[in-house]
């Protein structure tokens, strides 16, 4: 079973940016793809961005096509989720999903991920 663990939350002001991070143990991590998701307040939890397992292909949510890049380096069994140009309402508690066995192309749906990490608060402030 992979074991996921988020980091990189934090307070920032709009216009600002930060890099969350998200560590996979266990498993093959090259074999799955990976995928961000977030929960704003009183929201239920929404598609961010995803990564091929190769990093060939991303997809991103309209709300944050432009601002955020999803990378990975599966030598170091890591993906990354880079956000620039925050605004208040990309305040959410973030997540990191492990799609497993995705060999090609990536998933938008939140029930097609296997394993989540327990989350990373982000808060923007005006």
């Known amino acids: 079973q992979v074991q996921l663990v988020e980091s990189g939350g934090g307070l920032v002001q709009a216009g600002g940016s930060l890099r969350l991070t998200c560590e996979a143990s266990?498993?093959?991590?090259?074999?799955?793809?990976m995928g961000w998701f977030r929960q704003p307040p009183g929201k239920e939890r929404e598609f961010v961005a995803a990564i091929s397992s190769t990093g060939g292909y991303r997809k991103y949510a309209d709300s944050v096509k432009g601002r955020y890049l999803i990378d990975r380096d599966n030598a170091k069994n890591t993906v990354y989720l880079q956000m620039n140009s925050l605004k208040p309402e990309d305040t959410a508690v973030y997540y990191c999903?492990?799609?497993?066995?995705?060999?090609?192309?990536?998933?938008?749906?939140?029930?097609?991920?296997?394993?989540w990490g327990h989350g990373t608060q982000v808060t923007v402030s005006s």
């Open positions: 266990g498993g093959t991590f090259s074999r799955n793809g």
């Open positions: 999903g492990v799609d497993y066995d995705r060999i090609l192309g990536v998933s938008t749906e939140e029930y097609e991920y296997d394993r």
